[in-house]
């Protein structure tokens, strides 16, 4: 029985590291979506590549 009792806490331990993990990554997705908001209009985009248009 005792041993049993370990592998469950063990086995729980896992989970609820498992679990804070991905609440974690949540946590800071959020984070950064919501800084991303905030800057708004002023957010560009900073691709600079160089682009020639031939023709009309």
Known sequence: ?????K???KEG????LLYS???LCLFL???RIQ???QAGDS???TNSSVSVHFGN
């Open 1 to 5: 029985m005792n041993m049993n009792l």
């Open 7 to 9: 592998k469950m806490v």
């Open 13 to 16: 331990l896992w989970i609820f």
């Open 21 to 23: 993990f991905i609440t």
């Open 29 to 31: 997705a959020t984070d």
């Open 35 to 37: 800084r991303l908001d």
């Open 43 to 45: 957010f560009r985009n």
